[in-house]
């Protein structure tokens, strides 16, 4: 008996708790309760008023940047900051009421929810065959962009630490570490983005940059996850165990782990026919469990594997603490000093690189913005107590004032009329170390050609969709002559092609008679990471891989077509832009 009340026990007291539950709440609103009064015991509805306020918030702000060609995190951490002390905090009882700091724990765990599955997708999505492929060119300027402002965020925290840190909060060398991480890395998100915009992504600059900002970017999560793990040791010794614990778990994730993951999916069928519940279930597992265990040995969860991130990165600043000449002076500062180690770096090693000074300028500016990885440095120096809220405040300044500039800097430098396409087939490297020669002869030498009797035989093609192709099969057949016939003789003879006087007066097309068919393939390009990597891919894999462009080359071969193959990655809105570039260039 007294087990049996034992196991009905649990069962029990959920049942009380829910019926408490629904009696607390009886009413509502409409019993004149606060919707908005914080509940520790159910804090649900307070964080669905506070998610919906912030993304109405950074969409409204969005729009309007939009128009100005900036990325979306400017409006993630503006519209933090609109929401925070600065602007809507000072408004009488917003605060208290939305954002009470009470709440603000739940709001953070669901922000570092999104953020381990947000960098694990980062990492999933990153192709380091883009290094490979520009393994020169692309380390010398990620150095140059690391080396450097990592030296000048050193030279400025000294400053900085006198003027504002208490030394009995933080030490002097903690200090320097995160500024030296703020100052020396490239928010590669960002720069995706950015690239993306000013249609860069098919440039000589814009392969390079995506190149170094990768680079960039695997060194900066290096540094910060060193960073924390000195922070978070109580002693240089404790300090080499967190990381040779961090490098033992880095080989058991690349080694034992990844074999078992391959050998999942491919039991599962996940290679060939997609990712199953079952792998899902798994990989999400893996995330979470690494996530734990970094966090476990004194790394932050991140590190293990979202807009309210960005937005709880606004919510902790507070310009209003800018609030003398002293705090603006060393703000300038900073602004000045990291914008300046970023464009000298990234500048002169692209000059040693090879790149003429209009380019070169125009590299070190797009390794300057800012973003994601500052603000995460920002946010675990702020909850570390490495940085207080005012110098807080003025990096995030900083971070948001030189992502903002990265795009009119970038188009002042280095205009349309100047940029340089990596090729005609879109972005494959050709000029850049480790891709083709960029000899495009068989391409452009029949453009333009045409018969004696003023009919074209160049024409561009384009494939978009798979329902598309037997249309575009039929249109071209119908363009291709198979034979010259001639005009003089009678009409019941031409159409007889039994007609022995019909073969004798008639002959097949020359080599050069024959049409040419360029088959241009528009892939849309998306925000996604992976796609703008893949729009930075070797072209020749990518269309060896499309099955668009197999089955239409099968269909020339087959009809006795010259077909060369091409291919585009692009935003939707955009494709007109490229079918027209593509004609221009072809002579089609």
Not at 28 to 40: A, I, M, Q, V, W
Not at 270 to 276: D, F, L, R
Not at 277 to 301: K, N, R
Not at 482 to 507: A, G, I, K
Request: some cysteine; aromatic content about 8%; charged content about 15%.
């Amino acid at each position: 008996m007294s087990s049996s009340g034992s196991l009905s026990r649990p069962f029990i007291d959920l049942g009380t708790s829910l019926f408490k539950r629904a009696a607390e709440q009886q009413g509502g609103l409409l019993t004149g309760k606060d919707p908005t009064e914080f509940n520790p015991k159910d804090p649900i509805r307070l964080w669905i008023i506070q998610i919906g306020i912030i993304i109405l918030t950074t969409q409204i702000l969005s729009l309007g940047l939009a128009r100005m060609r900036q990325p979306k995190v400017i409006a993630e951490v503006l519209g933090g900051i609109v929401l925070g002390p600065t602007l809507m905090g000072r408004v009488p009882g917003f605060t208290h009421h939305i954002f009470p700091d009470e709440s603000r724990p739940y709001l953070a765990l669901t922000a570092n929810i999104g953020l381990v599955l947000f960098l694990f997708l980062v990492g999933l999505e990153i192709d380091t065959k883009v290094i490979k492929r520009n393994a020169k060119k692309s380390l010398i300027i990620s150095a140059g962009g690391i080396l450097l402002p990592f030296g000048l965020g050193a030279a400025v925290a000294v400053p900085l630490y006198n003027t504002f840190i208490d030394p009995n909060v933080a030490g002097f060398g903690h200090f320097l570490l995160f500024v030296g991480v703020a100052f020396s890395i490239t928010a590669f998100p960002v720069l995706c983005r950015i690239l993306t915009e000013l249609k860069l992504l098919d440039d000589l600059i814009g392969i390079i940059v995506l190149s170094a900002g990768v680079g960039n970017d695997i060194v900066g999560w290096i540094l910060l996850a060193l960073t924390v793990a000195l922070v978070n040791a109580s002693s240089g010794l404790t300090a080499l165990y967190v990381l040779l614990c961090s490098v033992a778990w880095t080989l058991f994730i690349l080694i034992p782990m990844k074999r078992a993951m391959m050998w999942l999916a491919r039991w599962t069928g996940s290679i060939s026919s997609g990712p199953t519940p079952l792998f899902m279930t798994a990989t999400v597992l893996l995330v979470f469990t690494s996530a734990l265990f970094t966090d476990i040995i004194g790394v932050h969860a991140i590190f293990g594997g979202f807009l309210a991130y960005f937005t709880l990165s606004g919510l902790s600043t507070n310009l209003g603490l800018l609030d003398n000449g002293i705090t603006w002076g060393y703000t300038i500062l900073i602004l000045v000093v990291a914008y300046i180690g970023k464009f000298v770096g990234g500048s002169v090693a692209a000059v040693f690189a090879g790149f003429n000074k209009r380019e070169a300028a125009t590299i070190g500016t797009l390794l300057s913005c800012k973003g994601l990885v500052e603000l995460i440095v920002l946010n675990v120096g702020l909850s570390a107590g490495i940085l207080d809220t005012r110098v807080f405040s003025m990096f995030v300044l900083e971070a948001l004032v030189l992502t903002f500039a990265s795009t009119p800097v970038t188009l002042w430098l280095y205009p349309p009329h100047l940029r340089v396409r990596a090729s005609a087939t879109g972005a494959n490297f050709a000029g850049i170390e480790g891709g083709p020669p960029g000899d495009h002869s068989k391409r452009t030498a029949a453009a333009g050609v045409t018969v004696g009797f003023d009919k074209k035989t160049r024409f561009l093609v384009i494939l978009d969709k798979m329902e598309h192709m037997s249309s575009a099969m039929v249109i071209t057949q119908l363009l291709r002559p198979t034979l010259m016939l001639n005009p003089e003789v009678p009409t019941e003879v031409n159409e007889d092609p039994e007609n022995p006087l019909r073969r004798s007066l008639s002959r097949s097309l020359t080599p050069s008679e024959k049409i040419d068919v360029e088959a241009l393939r528009l892939i849309e390009l998306t925000d996604r990471t992976s796609d703008l990597m893949r729009s930075s891919s070797a072209v020749e894999d990518l269309i060896l891989r499309d099955p668009l462009l197999n089955i239409y080359n099968t269909f020339g071969q087959l009809h006795d077509m010259n077909v060369v193959d091409r291919l585009a990655v692009a935003q939707y809105e955009l494709y007109h832009e490229r079918v027209g570039d593509f004609a221009r260039e072809s002579g089609a």
